[in-house]
């Protein structure tokens, strides 16, 4: 008897889109080095972090207008401030995010992504920005990592440079990753904690105190995810120079990483009805493109203002 092809493919795509990516975001673990990041790196934290607010701010409240599920805004806005499709499916998996909203979300920063990728380098060429502040723009405005490294390659070719302060910056905003994961973790557990309690009308307001420290005590011990436990204990052992010792390991996990994500984002893709995200998937790219450029103007306008301070 021939096995189901149909049934079997969407198994393997299921499998693929779950495993690939957690092993994908450990082995991207293992490309950072907390050295470099607490060093140039840490310059560019203030940055970070107000772009992630604004990036979550801009996506929640345009997408409210919009009409986007939260899900897709707290993915597009976590893919636009954070890494691209690596923050998307490590905050899809704690969100319980639909495969629908991904690809949306996917679509929504793909485009852009692409775009800051391709504009930087001659933007900041034709306007005579310092390598340092290229690598802020570039490091804390472009999505995903091989998108910044890219153009910090363009740019290095038009202005006869060998430089990766974009990428030492893109690498700190990959931490802030591990920060974003927990407190997502917290207000998705708070969220099914109060359905709970909701649906309980018989609970007394003195085990519902107890329940909600025990919420707030074990929910990352409990709820977040064991893969990003072992992404930051990978790029633990990078930074004391575990892996320098091992011929061919930084290749391997660089390479590694990218496969895995693609293979993954991939298998979510197979699993999409094309049709319905040309025809739907409209509201979360214009939602994207918001983002973007909220986070774009900061970065650009914060290179600008305090150019000393970037040296």
């Not at 723009?137 to 070719?157: K, Q, W």
Request: some cysteine.
């Amino acid at each position: 008897m021939l096995p189901d092809l149909d049934k079997d493919f969407k198994s393997g795509t299921t499998f693929v889109e779950k495993k690939f990516l957690n092993l994908g975001i450990i082995m991207a673990g293992a490309t950072l080095n907390f050295k470099e990041i607490l060093g140039y790196g840490g310059k560019a934290l203030p940055l970070i972090i107000f772009n992630i607010i604004l990036a979550f701010s801009v996506a929640y409240l345009i997408g409210r207008k919009l009409q986007v599920s939260a899900n897709t805004s707290t993915l597009v806005g976590a893919g636009t401030s954070i890494c691209g499709g690596t923050a998307i499916a490590t905050l899809a998996s704690i969100i319980k995010a639909k495969e629908i909203e991904i690809a949306y979300a996917m679509t929504a920063i793909f485009l852009f992504d692409i775009l800051a990728a391709l504009s930087y380098p001659y933007l900041a060429t034709s306007l005579g920005l310092t390598p340092n502040q290229f690598g802020f723009l570039a490091g804390t405005a472009i999505n995903d990592t091989s998108s910044v490294a890219a153009a910090e390659a363009t740019y290095n070719v038009l202005n006869n440079l060998d430089i990766n302060l974009a990428i030492t910056v893109k690498l700190t905003r990959i931490t802030m990753l591990i920060a974003v994961a927990v407190v997502f973790t917290i207000i998705t557990f708070r969220k099914e904690t109060k359905m709970n309690d909701t649906s309980d009308n018989k609970a007394t307001s003195t085990s519902q105190d107890t329940s909600e420290k025990l919420s707030v005590g074990q929910t990352v011990i409990k709820v977040f995810p064991k893969f990003i436990l072992v992404f930051i204990f990978m790029a633990i052992l990078n930074t004391v120079g575990v892996f320098q010792n091992i011929s061919g390991a930084s290749t391997f996990f660089s390479k590694g990483y990218k496969f895995l994500n693609t293979t993954a984002l991939a298998g979510v893709g197979f699993k999409i009805n094309f049709k319905d995200l040309v025809t739907k998937g409209v509201k979360p790219v214009i939602l994207g493109g918001c983002t973007w450029l909220a986070v774009f103007a900061s970065s650009f306008l914060f290179v600008l203002i305090f150019a000393s301070f970037i040296g």
